[in-house]
Protein backbone atom coordinates (compact mmCIF):
# COMPACT_ATOMS: atom_id res chain seq x y z
CA UNK A 1 0.00 0.00 0.00
CA UNK A 2 2.55 2.29 0.97
CA UNK A 3 4.68 1.82 -2.20
CA UNK A 4 1.50 2.39 -4.49
CA UNK A 5 1.36 5.69 -2.52
CA UNK A 6 4.84 6.49 -3.60
CA UNK A 7 4.40 5.50 -7.02
CA UNK A 8 1.13 7.74 -7.56
CA UNK A 9 2.80 10.70 -5.40
CA UNK A 10 5.98 10.18 -7.93
CA UNK A 11 3.55 10.74 -10.87
CA UNK A 12 1.84 13.73 -9.31
CA UNK A 13 4.97 15.75 -8.88
CA UNK A 14 6.38 14.90 -12.24
CA UNK A 15 2.79 15.65 -13.50
CA UNK A 16 2.85 19.38 -11.43
CA UNK A 17 6.72 19.61 -12.60
CA UNK A 18 5.46 19.85 -16.35
CA UNK A 19 2.59 22.21 -15.98
CA UNK A 20 4.87 24.90 -14.36
CA UNK A 21 7.07 24.70 -16.90
CA UNK A 22 4.78 25.66 -19.55
CA UNK A 23 4.07 29.23 -19.95
CA UNK A 24 0.70 30.37 -19.54
CA UNK A 25 -1.20 32.53 -22.28
CA UNK A 26 -2.30 35.64 -21.33
CA UNK A 27 -5.39 36.10 -19.00
CA UNK A 28 -8.46 37.48 -20.32
CA UNK A 29 -10.99 38.62 -17.54
CA UNK A 30 -14.44 38.76 -18.23
CA UNK A 31 -17.10 40.74 -16.51
CA UNK A 32 -20.91 39.86 -16.79
CA UNK A 33 -21.66 43.44 -17.65
CA UNK A 34 -24.06 44.91 -20.03
CA UNK A 35 -20.88 46.08 -21.80
CA UNK A 36 -19.63 42.80 -22.80
CA UNK A 37 -22.55 41.30 -23.80
CA UNK A 38 -22.49 43.71 -26.44
CA UNK A 39 -19.17 43.36 -27.00
CA UNK A 40 -19.93 40.02 -27.43
CA UNK A 41 -22.69 40.31 -29.55
CA UNK A 42 -20.62 42.87 -31.97
CA UNK A 43 -18.09 39.71 -32.40
CA UNK A 44 -20.86 37.23 -32.89
CA UNK A 45 -21.67 39.65 -35.77
CA UNK A 46 -18.41 40.28 -37.55
CA UNK A 47 -17.78 36.84 -37.12
CA UNK A 48 -21.45 35.90 -38.65
CA UNK A 49 -20.29 38.05 -41.69
CA UNK A 50 -16.92 36.37 -42.12
CA UNK A 51 -18.68 32.56 -42.27
CA UNK A 52 -20.73 32.56 -45.73
CA UNK A 53 -22.43 29.29 -44.02
CA UNK A 54 -23.39 30.00 -40.83
CA UNK A 55 -24.17 26.44 -38.68
CA UNK A 56 -28.04 25.90 -37.85
CA UNK A 57 -29.58 27.46 -34.67
CA UNK A 58 -25.93 30.38 -34.97
CA UNK A 59 -28.82 32.75 -35.85
CA UNK A 60 -31.36 31.87 -33.06
CA UNK A 61 -28.63 32.14 -30.36
CA UNK A 62 -27.49 35.27 -31.52
CA UNK A 63 -30.87 36.32 -31.62
CA UNK A 64 -31.74 35.37 -28.32
CA UNK A 65 -28.36 36.28 -26.38
CA UNK A 66 -28.98 39.87 -27.92
CA UNK A 67 -32.31 40.24 -26.67
CA UNK A 68 -31.49 38.96 -23.28
CA UNK A 69 -28.66 41.58 -23.08
CA UNK A 70 -31.56 44.31 -23.89
CA UNK A 71 -33.57 43.13 -21.32
CA UNK A 72 -30.71 43.03 -18.58
CA UNK A 73 -31.00 39.31 -18.69
CA UNK A 74 -26.90 39.74 -19.20
CA UNK A 75 -25.60 36.65 -17.90
CA UNK A 76 -27.82 34.58 -20.16
CA UNK A 77 -26.97 37.00 -22.82
CA UNK A 78 -23.76 36.08 -22.39
CA UNK A 79 -24.15 32.36 -22.35
CA UNK A 80 -25.94 32.18 -25.68
CA UNK A 81 -23.86 34.64 -27.68
CA UNK A 82 -20.86 32.85 -26.54
CA UNK A 83 -22.06 29.28 -27.61
CA UNK A 84 -22.70 30.84 -31.03
CA UNK A 85 -20.05 32.58 -31.50
CA UNK A 86 -18.01 29.10 -30.18
CA UNK A 87 -20.01 27.62 -33.25
CA UNK A 88 -19.09 29.83 -35.72
CA UNK A 89 -15.65 29.49 -34.94
CA UNK A 90 -15.90 26.10 -35.36
CA UNK A 91 -16.70 27.16 -38.64
CA UNK A 92 -14.00 28.77 -39.91
Same mark, same amino acid.
Given at each position: +? !???????? %??????? #??? #??? *???? +?????????????? /???? !? /???? /???????????? %?? *???? +??? @?? +??????????? /?????? @? *??
Amino acid at each position: +M !ALAGLWLG %AGLSSAA #ADG #ASK *EPGP +MQVTTDTPQYCWQL /AAEV !A /ATRR /AVPAAPPGVRVL %AD *EGQR +MCG @NG +MVRGGILRLRR /ALMLLR @N *EQ
